[in-house]
């Protein structure tokens, strides 16, 4: 909610309210977050699909921004994924670095 708001450029002031737990227990799973928070978080910056759905539902034009960032990182995505796969096969090895195991039966 704090990334939507200021990608709107709205105010936001913190208001202090004091914690009070009576006999609830805590059903906040650490592991869950650390992988749902870093998304949830840049969703909004990123959000060119669902601002292409409102754009398309109300036959308004999206934003130049709002389709050429998404598209700009599904290419350098599938630019580092190509380097990566061929860094793995030059690195294999091309010839044997010990001399062969096997022996022959008698």
Not at 86 to 103: G, Q, V
């Amino acid at each position: 909610m704090l990334s939507r708001l200021y990608l709107l450029d709205a105010v936001v002031q913190d208001v202090t309210i004091p914690a009070r737990y009576g006999r609830e227990v805590s059903n906040l799973s650490i592991r869950r977050v650390l992988f749902e928070f870093p998304f949830k978080l840049t969703a909004p910056f990123y959000g060119a699909s669902s601002s292409n759905i409102s754009s398309s539902i109300f036959r308004v034009a999206a934003p130049t921004g709002t389709v050429i960032l998404p598209t700009l990182s599904v290419i350098l995505a599938i630019q580092i994924l190509l380097s990566a796969i061929e860094i793995d096969l030059n690195a294999a090895p091309r010839k044997a670095i010990s001399k062969t195991l096997y022996r022959p039966l008698n």
